[in-house]
């Protein structure tokens, strides 16, 4: 049994006494104010109450955990239960804490929306149906909605194109109000007599709309079908489909014959699928929720007149305590996204929540729909077919998810033996280079956490240090490790510390130092000595003598600059420089900085480490000022320009995560370019590389690769990681080519 104690509770009891008794939600919040649970309540006080008390043996292990992990708390009062319900559905929606139960991400669902002007336009939609419109969905998958419509558009032709339907639309609309016969719509000669048929209809996969083969009565019947279709009735298209192909096969069209039978096989398939016959001839859905482990299933069944018309699988994200409790999170997330609410929603458990729901889902739908505990009868035989289907696909995907945990772990225990790290690698990072002949060139890390992909870890770097055309995998790897791992060294405390073991202190230059400044400046060609104030500096001192200095300005039209970089002779190449400029740095809170060099100092890998980047243009008054410069400075030519963004250079948790293995995909060369880094920034992590050609893994030190072992759980983990940050770096690559060449024209 875990330890459950949390040294936050007692502070929060103290709050939660005087909480207010309304109805509302409440959010559970972390440490770092991450938003971990959502709920609703009819009196606020009393259910955050039911949190803070030490949580029983009986108590599930999510809960356990939830009670450990509460730092604070926040509550919304509402007027009543319904509006908490609403707000609750809403917020976790947008959340997605990470203890509610979460149907998972709606991009996958598809939902065919049907219009309802006089003609109707059927389009196949995302994140749910617009009001006024009559919507069908979701589907998930299991049943193609989209090779669904076009058999139906082979049997009843009803795909036009948008110009046609929105011109008909508004002329027959138009025609209805100024007509003094008031109902008598436009025909489709009338408003498009003069139009051209469009492509689709051209090559026959239009249903004539625009050349005016069809009236307002025939298209609308075959919409009138097809929504009878969508609604379980498939009486209709069958008899069309039989009528069709009886014709084809008459008129010696075998082709389209055994089209058309192929049609009706796949549509009488679907009529042997149905589950139950129901002689009630009742709308309802049927909810079997099942709960093992915290992980919850669902499978519901669509009865439309009587028979069971569609079974939909979700498998919910997030944290379940129960059934009753995962249904009454699931309700109104999965309701206020289906656009086919039916008047009766058969479920397992009795819900605490029951009369709000209800009075929800009639808001929703615009007619009541009663929420019913089924205990007998064929719906009480439906209920526990859905839940024995839930019940088993969880238990399947159990047997899947330890499977996959256990092979997981196998391939962690083997890494370790395999390679000697000191314990199981945790954290593996995964690293590849890619361009396009030498443009384009881009860095990609992407990361393992526990052995599975962590996508919210992957980071990528477009590679400074080589010039368009220059072709340099060694360079542009050492650029990305050293701006990756300066993350775990960078630490300006602990390395100013250092710097006064040497004698070295740090501050801003004095009023008294102002003419050493200008003479340590005016010895320097490549430093400007415009408009000098020791206010601007940091220096470095060893005793009361000036050994580095850097000056920051804001010029008149804001744009800040960093400037006038020097170190004296015996301290250069021990990166005093950059650590001077990285304090002054710091004080910059937001914006952009900018710095010029001249080209022959070749400057630009010792600010990039930095966090600069180059850029081909620059600020209006720091170009005037290189010109300047350079007018005033014979025989030099204008510098190069980078630029600091201080959002880009902000703590970033992946980066200052400290990996367990470096994994390098390359071989040799690119092992020991990677220790080279290492050893630079002293640092001491366990690193390998893959190389695809010699099939093997290369570690430092030596010569020849360990073979692969192809059946090795390590190695399919060691793939798995290549593969995703080759994939990744091609990815920002390819997106890069597309803006450059769309810069082009």
């Not at 499977?403 to 690698?425: F, G």
């Not at 990528?460 to 300066?486: C, N, P, Q, W």
Request: aromatic content about 6%; some cysteine.
């Amino acid at each position: 049994m875990p330890s459950v104690e949390n040294e936050n509770i007692k502070d929060i009891k103290k709050r939660v006494s005087k909480a207010s008794e309304s109805p509302g939600i409440y959010k559970w919040m972390d440490k770092n104010g991450n938003v971990i649970y959502i709920g609703k309540a009819k009196n606020l006080r009393k259910r955050l109450k039911s949190y803070l008390t030490e949580p029983d043996k009986s108590a599930g292990p999510w809960k356990l955990m939830m009670h450990k992990q509460i730092a604070d708390f926040d509550v919304t009062v509402t007027n009543s239960e319904l509006e908490a319900l609403i707000l609750e559905t809403n917020l976790i929606k947008e959340n997605k804490p990470k203890y509610n139960v979460l149907m998972k991400d709606d991009k996958s669902y598809l939902y065919v929306q049907i219009s309802k002007g006089p003609y109707p336009q059927i389009e196949i939609v995302r994140k749910g149906v617009e009001p006024n419109t009559i919507g069908f969905g979701p589907f998930t998958g299991k049943m193609d909605i989209r090779k669904t419509l076009d058999m139906l558009h082979a049997i009843f032709p009803y795909k036009a194109c948008k110009k046609s339907l929105e011109t008909l639309n508004r002329g027959a609309v138009a025609e209805i109000r100024e007509s003094p016969l008031k109902g008598v719509a436009a025909t489709p000669e009338s408003l498009l007599r003069d139009g051209e048929p469009c492509l689709e209809e051209q090559i026959g996969e239009c249903c004539g709309l625009c050349k005016g083969k069809l009236t307002q009565e025939k298209y609308a019947d075959r919409i009138h079908n097809i929504i009878k279709f969508l609604k379980g009735d498939r009486k209709p298209a069958i008899a069309k489909l039989a009528e069709e192909m009886r014709k084809a096969a008459e008129n010696k069209k075998f082709e389209r014959a055994a089209k058309l039978r192929d049609a009706l096989t796949s549509i009488e398939k679907m009529e042997e699928q149905q589950l139950v016959s129901d002689a009630s001839s009742e709308d309802m859905d049927v909810i079997g929720m099942s709960v093992l482990n915290g992980k919850a299933q669902v499978v519901l069944f669509k009865q439309r007149s009587g028979k069971v018309i569609d079974e939909l699988s979700l498998t919910l994200a997030g944290q379940a305590e129960s059934e009753a409790q995962a249904l009454s999170q699931f309700i109104p997330q999965y309701y206020s996204e289906s656009p086919d609410i039916p008047p009766l929603i058969v479920i397992g458990k009795e819900l605490d929540e029951l009369q709000t729901l209800e009075e929800w889902l009639r808001e929703q739908s615009g007619r009541a729909t009663e929420l019913r505990a089924a205990e007998r009868g064929n719906k009480s035989k439906l209920l526990a077919l859905a839940e024995k289907n839930a019940h088993e696909k969880l238990k399947a995907l159990e047997t899947k998810w330890e499977a996959a945990a256990k092979n997981t772990e196998l391939a962690l225990t083997e890494l370790k033996e395999e390679l000697n790290l000191p314990d199981i690698p945790k954290r593996i990072e995964c690293y590849d280079i890619s361009h396009t002949s030498g443009t384009e060139t881009v860095g990609s890390m992407s990361v393992a956490k526990n052995g599975k992909a962590a996508n919210d870890q992957y980071r990528h770097f477009t590679i400074r240090s080589l010039k368009e055309g220059e072709i340099d995998d060694y360079k542009a790897l050492a650029e990305v490790l050293r701006r990756r791992l300066r993350y775990l060294v960078v630490n300006l405390k602990e390395e100013e510390t250092k710097w006064k073991t040497k004698g070295i202190t740090f501050g801003k230059a004095r009023k008294g130092e102002q003419e050493k400044i200008a003479e340590i400046i005016n010895t320097e060609p490549e430093l400007s000595d415009e408009d000098l104030d020791y206010k601007d500096f940091t220096v470095a001192r060893k005793g009361k003598d000036i050994v580095a200095l850097v000056r920051f300005i804001i010029n008149k039209d804001k744009t800040q600059e960093l400037k006038s970089l020097w170190v004296f002779p015996d301290f250069r190449g021990e990166k005093l420089g950059q650590f001077l400029s990285r304090k002054a740095l710091s004080k910059v809170k937001k914006g952009k900085v900018y710095i010029i060099f001249a080209p022959e100092s070749n400057l630009e890998e010792y600010y990039s480490e930095i966090g600069f980047r180059h850029i081909h243009d620059a600020p209006k008054i720091l170009k005037e000022k290189t010109q300047k410069f350079v007018d005033e400075h014979p025989g030099r030519e204008l510098g190069f320009f980078m630029m600091y963004d201080t959002r880009q250079n902000k703590t970033d948790v992946s980066l200052s995560s400290k990996p367990d293995l470096i994994v390098i995909d390359g071989g040799k060369g690119q092992v020991s370019t990677v220790m080279e880094v290492l050893k630079e920034l002293d640092l001491e992590i366990p690193l390998i590389g893959i190389a695809k050609k010699e099939e093997g893994i290369f570690i430092p030190g030596s010569p020849h690769p360990i073979p692969f072992n192809k059946e090795a759980q390590a190695v399919f983990l060691l793939m798995r990681l290549r593969n995703e940050a080759h994939r990744f770096a091609n990815r920002l690559r390819e997106k890069k080519a597309e803006k450059t060449m769309i810069s082009k024209f």
